[in-house]
């Protein structure tokens, strides 16, 4: 696909979302959804950088933080420009201020952009790890300078006064929805950019850079320069992301702007999702971000933190490639020619299996602390059936040879634990949920008695089909 | 300048102590980092945990910070040694530790802390001991106790550190790994055991400079992200695994940090480090006392 064409169909799938949301007629789902959509910014540009250079960022805060003050600064030179200058300044400032949105976010890209080329420029002629300690360092110092900086709220914070609607051309939009569009529109945009520059010159150049930098040098390719690139661009989204946060919130403080779980997040997304194409931190972002939501709503937000945590150390380890690695391991060895109907079965059943147990795992742990011993229990079994569940997952997709026999353990006793629930709360309205739920792990368990299924895991590895 | 003689003689001699400390805390980094080549930047984390378990024994038993230090780093040891088991098997063994090592450590970090958050919540700690509230004075210069005897502590560490590995068979090959592996594999020695050990050690002490840390200031789980940037800013500066470069690097940061503290005011003082890092790797990227 054309790149033009893919920024076309990716705008129009992203029209389509927003007018669902809109027919919804839900506020809250602006809210959420800006969160996610905003994630995806931020793990689109980590990974230009950290999947495709090598290079580790752990400075996502600041680039963030930047793009956020740098809104802050504009609105409040726009609402006192009399205050802060005179005569033919101000006049200049008045024709240019105050800026809308999208203009705001240019600016907080530009500033964020360029703070990743000096930082870049200082710190990349060094190993790589010395560029990831700078950027870590970088969001504490860039930190202390807004807290002593008066101008922009320093640590009280600062508040932004936001208009109540906003008038697109015939249509008139409530802020959020206003806010939940340009974050749309920014990471349709930042996705389409990853993908070119995945295809182009400049890919293949930062994909040697990841390889082997040596050989890269060595061979003729102008390994910093390229560098320089990959961190202003990655930068410059990271503080277009930032720039409508203040509007979003409608205050600011440096502490939580600067917060770790901005790095961590944008970390973790790619990590998980897979780094080496711009489907991994999309798939990561939507994952992780509204399993966040969820869990702030179901627990509290310090324990989605620790769950980021924990499945960012549990897939480093365990599949350092990603969701996307592993599925695309999966089809190469279990249909190399073409993709069948069977591994998308197997496929389908997999993220099944990993999607319920780990909303299982969420929606079960607040039942750990009740007073009630049944409940107790309950919370208690949901997390070894859905650690069951997570791991058959990872068994299926590894071709591991046990891996359907667990599969069908861990999905009969979600079965079980479905009818344990329907029988306990018959009249409750989520009823239908279990029994939906129950339906698909019966015909998952049918399917994986399937001889074809069969044949696939019981070969040894050696004789399965290995892609050419 | 107009700088009063007492003021600026008082700061030098903070600066001194705070660099007394924050040697105890880079030194371990420097054994990490600068001889293992393990970028360890969960490191804070452990600093904190061992704070935190300082606090414990010390509010629930009334037991001497330090005395629970010392008791602890066996535990803080074996900890060190099963950190480094999983990172040798699931990365170094393949060869992905500058990407996915980073990360891992980075989620260690990140887990430590929300889990910290979670059990204490984020009010500041600190323990009670004898000698956290009396001062020396010698004419006008102040010795608080509070700053002297983790100054003291970190110092003797420090020394102690640097006999271990320049004068037992052990520390010597912890040395020789950070050169030439295959060498070391030659005599014998298995390379791995020989970091598992120093990896072991290099966690081990960060029950020491947590129980400092805990003397000298209030603890909160977040603390330790102020000190990423001082410790490999010093680490860097000092040279990397050098231990007396360290030791000097340290004093150098932390009279710098006293005297911007003294004269432009605290919250500044977290963008000194960070200043020092960035011209070190501009202008000597080998450090002070570099190999």
């Known amino acids: 696909m054309r790149s033009w064409v893919f920024f076309l169909v990716a705008l129009a799938v992203g029209a389509a979302f927003f007018a669902g949301a809109l027919a919804l007629r839900n506020d809250y789902l602006f809210f959420a959804g800006y969160v996610v959509l905003q994630y995806i910014v931020l793990a689109t540009a980590w990974n230009i950088l950290g999947g495709y250079c090598g290079y580790v960022n752990f400075g996502t805060a600041a680039f963030f933080a930047l793009g956020a003050y740098s809104s802050v600064a504009l609105h409040k030179l726009g609402a006192n420009i009399g205050k802060y200058s005179s005569g033919l300044v101000a006049d200049v400032l008045h024709l240019l201020l105050p800026l809308s949105i999208p203009a705001m976010v240019l600016v907080g890209g530009i500033v964020s952009g360029i703070v990743g080329l000096g930082m870049g420029y200082l710190t990349l002629r060094l190993r790589g790890v010395f560029f990831a300690i700078a950027t870590l360092a970088m969001a504490v110092v860039l930190q202390t300078l807004m807290i002593n900086w008066d101008f922009v709220g320093g640590s009280r914070g600062a508040y932004v006064i936001r208009s109540d609607k906003v008038s697109l051309g015939p249509f008139s939009l409530s802020y959020i929805e206003y806010l939940f569009l340009v974050m749309l529109v920014l990471a349709v945009l930042s996705l389409t950019v990853a993908r070119l520059i995945e295809r182009s010159r400049l890919g293949y150049g930062f994909a040697t850079i990841r390889d082997d930098e040596l050989a890269a040098e060595a061979t003729g390719v102008p390994t910093l320069r390229l560098k320089l690139v990959a961190t202003t661009i990655s930068g410059a989204f990271m503080g277009m992301a930032g720039a409508p946060l203040p509007y979003y919130l409608g205050y600011i403080e440096p502490a939580a702007t600067f917060g770790l779980p901005y790095a961590v997040n944008s970390i973790a997304m790619p990590m998980i999702g897979g780094t080496t194409s711009w489907v991994g931190p999309l798939i990561g972002a939507i994952l992780l971000g509204s399993l966040q939501q969820i869990a702030t709503v179901t627990i509290n937000s310090a324990v989605n933190l620790l769950i980021v945590g924990v499945l960012l150390v549990a897939f480093v380890i365990a599949a350092p490639i990603g969701i996307v690695g592993l599925v695309q391991e999966f089809v190469r060895t279990a249909a190399p020619s073409r993709l069948t109907t069977r591994a998308l079965s197997i496929i389908f059943i997999a993220s099944y299996c990993f999607i319920v147990g780990i909303l299982g795992i969420i929606f079960n742990l607040p039942g750990l602390q009740s007073q009630s011993a049944l409940v107790v229990w309950l919370g208690f079994s949901a997390l070894i059936v859905g650690a069951l569940l997570l791991a058959s997952a990872y068994g299926l997709l590894k071709l591991q040879s046990r891996g359907p026999l667990l599969t069908t353990i861990a999905l009969i006793s979600s079965i079980v634990f479905a009818a344990t629930h329907i029988w306990l709360d018959p009249m409750s309205p989520g009823v239908r949920w279990w029994v939906i739920a129950m339906a698909i792990a019966a015909a998952a368990v049918w399917y994986l008695q399937n001889k074809g299924v069969k044949l696939l895991y019981d070969r040894p590895l050696a004789d399965r089909p290995v892609a050419a | ?291």
């Open chain 2, 1 to 291: 300048m107009g700088v009063p003689l007492d003021l600026l003689i008082n700061a030098i001699i903070a600066g001194l102590m705070l660099g007394g400390f924050y040697a105890a805390v880079t030194v371990r980094v420097s054994i990490s980092f600068g001889m293992l080549d393990v970028v360890n930047i969960a490191h804070p984390a452990f600093i904190i945990l061992g704070s935190y378990i300082a606090y414990i024994l010390n509010t629930t038993y009334g037991l001497d910070p330090i005395l629970v230090a010392i008791v602890t780093l066996p535990a803080f040891y074996l900890l060190g040694a099963a950190v480094y088991q999983i990172y040798y098997v699931a990365f170094e063994r393949r060869g992905q530790e500058a990407l996915r090592g980073l990360a891992f450590f980075f989620g260690l970090l990140f887990i430590t802390e929300v889990a910290l958050i979670l059990v204490f919540g984020v009010d500041y700690r600190y323990v009670q001991a004898p000698y956290i509230g009396p001062t020396w004075r010698i004419g006008f210069a102040d010795f608080p106790l509070r700053m002297l005897v983790p100054c003291v502590v970190s110092v003797l560490l420090v020394v102690a550190l640097q006999l271990y590995l320049t004068r037992t068979f052990m520390g010597r090959a912890v040395m020789a790994v950070a050169q030439d592996q295959l060498a070391l594999r030659l005599l014998a020695v298995d390379p791995i055991r020989v970091k598992r050990i120093a990896f072991g050690i290099s966690i081990g002490t960060a029950a020491l400079a947590g129980a400092c840390l805990i003397i000298i200031q209030p603890v909160e789980p977040s603390v330790g992200r102020e000190y990423i940037g001082r410790v490999f800013a010093i680490c860097v500066l000092g040279g990397m695994g050098s231990l007396p470069g360290t030791l000097i690097a340290a004093m150098l940061l932390g009279i710098v940090e006293s005297f911007t503290a003294t004269f432009y005011g605290p919250s500044w003082a977290p963008a000194v480090a960070f200043g020092f890092l960035l011209l070190t790797l501009a202008v000597r990227p080998a450090g002070i006392l570099g190999r």
